[in-house]
């Protein structure tokens, strides 16, 4: 079977909310029932099919085609499958993942991996802010789960993400790992201003060091043991991550005018 | 009986070792040391969970409460102590026990958990650095007091017997000799005249009595000693026994080992009986 393919007939004016198109949504439908089903379209509502060409038929792999930056909460609780957006997203992308793979081969807009519960979210491009954040009035942020981005991302990375995975190969805008709970960010590019703000607990795992707040306080260098476990975790997503080999870290502890307890690696460029 | 698997790492193999030996000390017997442990195998730097030499205990107790009770208490006072050491699943049971999930607070707040692939770890900042340690381990169900004895002509003789037995028996998995060196002197049978005493001496193989009780030697026979297997299976100890004996049988006719036996209690002492002619027939008792 082929995958279940919804291309662009043309670009939107206005945003789409997607969050009706999952693998687990649509795998009883035909294609004349997804063809009706009405998505949020600006302020009215538009069918499926009148946005999309609808090809194939195996709904665990569903395809976005052409996709565009106005598709937003493309994968929205999805509990199974996999979703290959081909293209842009738009906002909340992966909101709320609960289990199965999002691959993303363009950029995306701000919140991609909101409330994340599980599962794997790929970006190949760029991200906007607070990835992995908790959507407006949560007090909690990604809460599983494992978020790849081989560009770059946002401000606000991991605002208040309370479990999981989140692995940069770019750079990262300002207030990374700010207000996290627990959890790890990886970041292999540079990062902006006020790293760890009022972060409590969790692991910024980072190979430059940022320009550091007063309350992040340095702990001096340290072999840690338990890196060899997180580095071969990394291996199995095919990433800049898997190259790492040097337990070898300087140690910053903070917020600790947040009385927290997060740590921010910085590591060595020779094991 | 319950039984569970720990592997314990460090910086290398010795104090690996230092660590095993501590926390496997004083283990002998569940009747009085509440649990039987011994080094299973050493672990290359493959097998383990963070590359570093290691070591797998295996650990049997008589029930799931004081097993979880001796395993927390020796992980606190040999594994946390012991410098470099690392301590991790070393199987997945049926039910999981703590490994370090209190031991965390001895951290007093600066510990710290990751959630690795699923499984928990806790590190713990102690003075040579930090001690990382798995939250749980593997749980199941396991058999206990396998045994068989050696008959020789000579203390030497039978406890040369029991060391070839005892060194092939090692590269058996999943069994442990929970006893000094793997041997046992002093095989007990069930009861005593003394009303305290469960076990006492067993009298019918002790070499000094044949005289004065209803002894079980012949008049060859000097010395006694009896190996005892803990096994996370009935087929594993099985293994361990075949190849123990058959170790012992190719020491020849001159070694002094003029008979192997096994004590059965009179069948008083649980449900597994293992047949020593059907183990070693490869036969299923």
Redesign the interface.
């Known amino acids: 079977m082929n995958a279940l393919t919804l291309t662009l007939k043309q670009a939107p004016a206005y945003t789409v909310n997607c969050s009706g198109l999952t693998p687990n949504l649509l795998a009883s439908k035909s294609v004349a029932e997804i063809a009706d089903i009405q998505l949020n379209y600006g302020n009215s509502l538009v069918s499926v099919g009148e946005l999309f060409e609808i090809t194939g038929s195996d709904a665990q792999h569903l395809v976005f085609k052409n996709a565009s930056d106005k598709l937003d909460y493309i994968g929205a609780n999805m509990t199974s499958g996999k979703i290959t957006v081909a293209g842009n997203a738009g906002a909340y992308l992966g909101f709320n993942l609960k289990n199965g793979e999002i691959h993303c081969q363009g950029n995306t807009e701000a919140f991609a991996a909101c409330n994340m519960v599980s599962g794997l979210l790929r970006i190949d491009g760029n991200t906007g802010d607070f990835l992995g954040a908790g959507s407006e009035g949560l007090r909690k942020g990604m809460r599983g789960g494992t978020v790849i981005v081989k560009g770059n991302a946002g401000d606000r990375v991991g605002d208040q993400m309370r479990?999981g995975l989140i692995l940069i190969e770019g750079n990262v805008g300002d207030y990374c790992g700010s207000r996290m709970i627990?959890g790890?960010i990886g970041v292999l590019g540079n990062l902006g201003a006020y790293t760890a703000f009022n972060m409590h607990?969790g692991?910024l795992l980072l190979k430059s060091l940022p320009k550091l707040h007063a309350t992040i306080q340095d702990c001096g260098s340290?072999?840690?043991?338990?890196l060899?476990?997180?580095f071969?975790?990394f291996a199995q997503y095919n990433t800049q991550f898997s190259t790492l080999n040097t337990q070898r870290v300087q140690r910053f502890v903070g917020d600790a005018a947040y009385k927290g307890?997060g740590?921010v690696l910085i590591l060595a460029t020779k094991g | 009986m319950r039984g569970t698997r720990v592997i314990i790492t460090a910086q290398n193999l010795k104090w690996a070792y230092h660590a095993a030996n501590a926390m496997t000390g004083f283990a002998t017997s569940v009747i009085g040391c509440g649990v039987e442990a011994g080094i299973e195998r050493e672990l290359p730097t493959d097998e383990t969970?963070?590359?570093?030499p290691g070591v797998s205990i295996l650990m049997f107790a008589m029930g799931s409460k004081v097993l979880m009770q001796q395993l927390e208490t020796r992980m606190g006072q040999c594994i946390l102590t012991c410098p470099t050491a690392?301590a991790f699943a070393g199987i997945e049971g049926e039910d999981k026990i703590n490994l370090g999930k209190n031991l965390r607070y001895f951290g007093d707040?600066?510990q710290?958990?990751?959630?690795?692939?699923g499984r928990r770890?806790w590190?713990i900042p102690v003075m040579d650095?930090?001690f990382?340690t798995e939250e749980t381990t593997g749980m199941m169900r396991a058999i206990g007091g396998g045994n068989f004895l050696i008959l020789a002509t000579s203390q030497p003789a039978a406890l040369a017997a029991a060391e070839t037995a005892i060194e092939a028996m090692k590269q058996v998995p999943n069994v442990i000799m929970p006893f000094p060196g793997g041997v046992v002197r002093s095989g007990s049978k069930v009861g005593s005249k003394y009303k305290t005493m469960f076990a006492s001496t067993n009298d019918a193989f002790c070499p000094t009595l044949k005289g004065a009780t209803n002894t079980e030697l012949s008049p060859e026979i000097e010395s006694v000693m009896e190996i005892v297997i803990d096994g996370l299976t009935f087929e594993d100890i099985a293994l361990s026994m075949k190849v123990g004996i058959e170790a012992i049988c190719n020491l020849g006719a001159n070694s002094g080992v003029k008979r192997i036996s096994a004590g059965n209690y009179g069948g008083k002492l649980g449900p597994h009986l293992f047949k020593l002619h059907d183990i070693l027939n490869g036969n299923k008792s």
């Open positions: 479990r627990a790890t607990r692991t340290h072999t840690l043991p338990f060899s476990l997180l071969k975790s307890n740590e | 969970p963070d590359g570093r690392a707040g600066f710290t958990s990751k959630l690795i692939d770890y590190r650095g930090e990382l």
